[in-house]
Each structure stands twice: as C-alpha cells, then as structure tokens.
C-alpha cells in the first residue's frame, strides 16, 4: 500500500450533523500532527513546501475553516462590528449590505442582531455586547442619548439616519430638515397648498421631520393650510393613517409620509379609495429605498445615500475602536450631516414639470 493509500485508510468521514470540521480532523486526514496543521494554517515557518500544499489541499476537500474570531480574541481583540437593525425596514438592509463592504475593506467583520416585535433595541445591542463586539453601529436609533451615552462608556457606538449632539459617541445622518423643505417647496411648485404631514411618533427622526415640515410650511405661506397626522413606519400604518385623514381633511392634495413604506401604504390605500395619483393626491415619501422605483409605485422620494452613510458610520466606529485600542481617548463625538436631494418620479407628477 503506497503512503497516500495509507493515509486515505486513515481518513475518516467527513464529520457529518453539521460538526465544524477541526485540525485534528485535517490532521488525522492527513496522516500528519496536529501542531504542523496549526503551522500552515498560520501562515508561518515551520513547514517544507510540499507538507504545506499536502495539509491544504486534505484542509480544502474536507471544508476546514479557520476560527478567525477565536483567533482574535486570543489576541485580545475580535475585528467585529455589531449592527443593531430594525427587520420591518427594507431600508435597512440595503445599509447593512453597505456597511458589510466597508468593514470588509476596513479589515473587520460584522455581527447583526435585528430589532423586531419581539426585541427590543436595548436587547439586540445586550446581544452583540455579549459577542465581545469592538464597537456598535445602530440604525435608526431611537434610544434616549443618555442610555447610549453610557453603552459609550463600555463601547464605541455610531448612530445611523438618527441625529444626537452627545460628546460620548458619535452620528450620521442625511440632512432630514433640508429634505423635508425640499419636498414641501416641489408640492407648492406643483400647485399644491392643502398639504399633510405624515408622521410616525416614536419613530428616530420623525421630530424633526415634522418640525421641519412647520417650518417649511410657514415661510412657504403655508402654516394655516397645512397639517401634521399620526401615522406609522409601515405600509399598514400609511394606509390607515391616509384613511383616516382623507376623511378628517378632503380638501388635501398632497401628502409627505415619513418613509417610504408609509408612502407605499398611503398610494395604495388612496386607489382604493378612488383617488387618482398623483392628479387627485401627490405623495412623496422618504429613503429613496429599491421599492420606490417600482413601475407601479414610482414614488417621488428623499433621497438616503446608503454607501455614504455607510463609510462614514465604518470609518467613525473604526477610528474611536483604534483609538481605544492604542490607548487615546476621545473625548468629542462626531455628528455628520449629509447632504440630500429631492428624487422626483411620478407620484407627485411629471418629472419633466
């Protein structure tokens, strides 16, 4: 029997079940010990050219995969970003898509722990600090600033899309105000006066939205036309919210939904309630997320760069966990404000008006 007949008679199964195949399942395979299988997987001297290419290929065709994190935290670090998101908001996954490649290009991997009916935000960021994560990066954060100042004090933590003033952690956002005056000057462009607001209270950055849309509304000559209505974050929300509204204010001809998912909600449940859009109810939404470029949405919309939020909030949670890891503290946080536009399709009428 030759050496490699030999050793093919000692190679057992590929652990099965779902066991995460180990180094001493490469070394038994590959008739060698399990100390020169740590060398190769470590890259370092130790081992002749033709051991190294033996132990990869057998490490290869078993599926063996180094335990990077137990690796790090062995080097008293874990390279890991935990990304608190909400899992009812389409738009965060296109974030999270982003953030991904850029902590990939950072050199850092990411865990996701997601908000949902069941879990709270305070609970999905307990989960990611149990990971021994090296800095946080919350969307749509809606945590009061003094309870993320003091998970500061254990974490770096960077809020995305929500505005805080803290000197403890740092926030990107696009600018929400400009925006929102953005929308309401294209409807009183498009001939509307008899304008909604609506909103979702409790919602990270629905305050300023509203404040904003006042405020617009005012200079524009607007203040005693216009309205501010309850509504929700959801489709569902949108839709009865627009029900509602429709009943208590007929005279309006536009409406400004906190995001698009309300938007969504609102041109749905407005056909179904006979009105035209955008001839009968412009509406115009927040995120420009994928789904407002639906052929049969096409929903005019602020616009949220996801890739720039995304290298800002990397670059922020990277520099404050380099940072703490040489030892330098910062003391001042770091509150971005980006730019953003007015993407104008046909839910608020021609874009060629």
Do not use: C, W
């Amino acid at each position: 029997m030759s050496d490699a007949d030999a050793r093919d008679a000692r190679r057992p199964a590929r652990p099965g079940g779902g066991k995460r195949v180990t180094m001493r399942d490469v070394a038994d395979a590959a008739g060698v010990s399990q100390p020169l299988v740590s060398i190769v997987m470590r890259d370092v001297p130790g081992a002749s050219a033709e051991s190294r290419a033996h132990v990869l290929e057998v490490a290869a065709r078993l599926g063996y995969r180094r335990d990077e994190r137990a690796r790090m935290l062995k080097q008293g670090r874990s390279r890991l970003v935990g990304i608190v998101f909400h899992a009812a908001q389409p738009f965060h996954g296109e974030l999270i898509d982003e953030l991904q490649l850029a902590a990939r290009e950072a050199g850092y991997n990411v865990s996701l722990a997601a908000v949902t009916k069941r879990r709270g935000e305070a609970d999905a960021i307990e989960a990611l600090l149990g990971e021994r994560v090296e800095g946080l990066v919350l969307l749509g954060a809606s945590l009061p600033e003094v309870e993320l100042d003091r998970i500061a004090d254990e974490v770096p933590v960077v809020a995305v899309a929500s505005q805080y003033s803290s000197d403890r952690f740092d926030s990107v956002s696009m600018d929400d105000a400009r925006g929102t005056e953005l929308a309401v000057q294209h409807l009183r462009e498009r001939g509307h006066t008899r304008i909604l607001y609506l909103g979702a209270p409790g919602v990270s950055g629905d305050e300023l939205r509203r404040a904003a849309f006042l405020r617009a509304a005012e200079a524009a000559g607007l203040a005693d036309a216009v309205g501010v209505v309850a509504g929700g974050a959801s489709e569902a929300a949108g839709a009865a919210a627009i029900e509602d509204a429709l009943k208590r204010h007929p005279e309006t001809t536009a409406v400004i939904a906190f995001n698009d998912r309300s938007a969504q909600g609102v041109v749905a449940q407005a056909r179904l309630l006979g009105k035209r859009v955008p001839e009968d109810l412009a509406v115009v939404g927040f995120d420009n997320s994928e789904q407002a470029d639906l052929p049969y949405l096409q929903l005019t919309s602020l616009a949220q760069d996801p890739a720039q939020l995304a290298s800002a909030a990397v670059e922020m949670v990277v520099e404050r966990v380099d940072a703490n890891d040489k030892g330098q503290a910062m003391n001042n946080g770091e509150h971005r404000v980006l730019p953003t536009k007015l993407v104008v399709r046909l839910s608020s009428g021609s874009p060629d008006q």
